[in-house]
């Protein structure tokens, strides 16, 4: 992705949006860093990370993004996808304190995957031309990441990984969406208006 976008992409959010991604990219990292650097990749890890990942990160989507997207089906998906991702991360961090084993973080980090870059990446198709360039990326990346799930070996060790370096990539991501959005916009707040008058 370029480092700044045309100021069109403000067009489809309001001036106040870039926090979204840039909230969202902070909980990503900090659970990708967590994961990277921590030496216990039990299932119990891969769902405390899958949990802070989901419930946090929705929360973000579902509330701050509130009314900051101007597209109304849009804005419903991404809001769906927000509770869905909070009521995954919630179960998950539910699960982590009773013993769940791999098979429930493989289905869960599946469902994750699946069901909250589906939203995304419809979302992001209905705004293709400007912002939803991001949320197609994105959404697509998410599912890429379902897929690297259902054909990654049984093992711990593998799939937290994996959460962990989802969480890496989709953060620096968002930060790039954010800063650019933020650029974007301060250039359309600072472009003058068109001329009426003619020229000669």
Known sequence: MSSRQNPATAQAVT?????VPLTR????????????FLADHSPRVGLIAL??????????IALLGRGRVRDLTASR???????????????????????AGLGSLLLLATLFAVLTGALELY??????????????????????????????PLDSIAVVGFIGAYGI??????????????????????APPPSTGATR
Not at 25 to 36: E, F, S
Not at 128 to 133: A, E, M, N, P, Y
Not at 169 to 190: D, H, N, P, R
């Open 15 to 19: 001036a106040s949006y870039w926090p």
């Open 25 to 36: 990219a902070v909980v990503a990292l900090a659970v990708g860093l967590a994961v990277t």
């Open 51 to 60: 949990g802070v990942l989901g419930l946090a990160g929705g929360l973000v």
């Open 77 to 99: 998906m991404l809001t769906g996808q927000g509770a869905l991702s909070a009521l995954i991360g919630a179960i998950s961090l539910t699960l982590a304190f009773t013993g």
């Open 123 to 152: 979302a992001g198709i209905r705004t293709r031309r400007t912002v939803g360039r991001e949320w197609i990326t994105v959404g697509a990346g998410t599912i890429v990441f379902a897929l690297v799930l259902l054909i990654a």
């Open 169 to 190: 990539i989709l953060g620096v991501y968002l930060m790039i969406a954010a800063f650019s959005l933020k650029w974007a916009q301060g250039e359309t707040a600072a």
